[in-house]
């Protein structure tokens, strides 16, 4: 049937008819939708998205199947809500519960997480069973009320071409801080505004980066907008077989909760941190701290801190992007590097350049369920 057929259909509707077909369009819409992401639920348990070279699901679902960013948005975390509470898909496809307050509860229930609160599950079902038949503004309004304490959703929207709009809340502190730092910028930036400040702190805090990770300045300051964020800080040095816990799993939603990290992908090793580290994972006696350089052979297991030299060479081959590559697509994502063995250590890998890679933190984690199996890294895909 094509278009000019339907349109005639329509125009022989009664209005009663036609409202009754509208109604169960957006019934088969729901069902759909629902179905949809019961698929990106699998397509995410099998961490698909990373072997086909994206970086997080919310970039598969945009790129790969062409979704904008607000409604790959708004499916993401209804997929994740419904993981957690099961019901709330029923009361989806039922139409008492709609895919972007579903969106707002999981936004909710995850600031809560982050603000280091817990909810149990039965309270978190009847938070969702009071959003139901709620209107977005009176789900906003409720879920306010809840927890006023909680910092508002940021928000970025694209004005043009060359401008966003950035919409956040920040704690009385840190206006006076702001404040603050106006006042003792007034010779050199008189009346900076708020987005001038920003950008003289990002410019700043990119220049000592890309000095660190040895980049040429002009690769970070061209980040892809899904990448605005700065590449990641310190991370606790741990043993290949060792979970760390992410507690700023946001991004979308994309982060893991667990992880798997080695020695040598830290910015700045904590060296006090490594040993303590290691004492917990290597055997008596074998001292971590050996000196390290470009060939030199190591004991299998033992996690060294890498020389920062050595350390911006990884950065500087890989064009501080991630070096996974599937079927000719590299991931080229500039979030959460970290520098990865390609053969790993524990399987007698080697520390020399030629075996060292950048890879964000999502690919490693997708290489070490590669080495380890699903079974050891359940946890990870949650
Ligand atoms: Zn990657």
Redesign the pocket.
Known sequence: MNFMNVKMNLKTLTSSQLLTETKMIVSEERRITAKLIEHLTEINQRLLFLKLGY?SLFEFVTKELGLSEGATQRRVQAMRLMQDLPETRQAYEEGSLSLSNAAKLQSHFQAIKKSGATKTIEEKKAIAKNVENKSQSECDQMLFRLAPELPKPEKTKILSPTARELKFSISEELFKKIERLRELLGHSHPNATLAELIELLVNSHLTKLEKAKGLQPKMVQKCDERDQKPAAKTQKSADLNQKSTDKNSDEMGENPKTRYVNADQTDKVDKSNLVHTAAKTLPAGIEVMLPVGVGVALPVGIRVALPSAMKRQVWSKADGR?E?EYQGRR?S?RYQLEIDHVNSLALGGSNELSNLRL??R??NGFFAIQTLGLAKMSSFRK
């Open positions: 970086s991630c996974y991931c994502s890879i964000c999502n690919h």
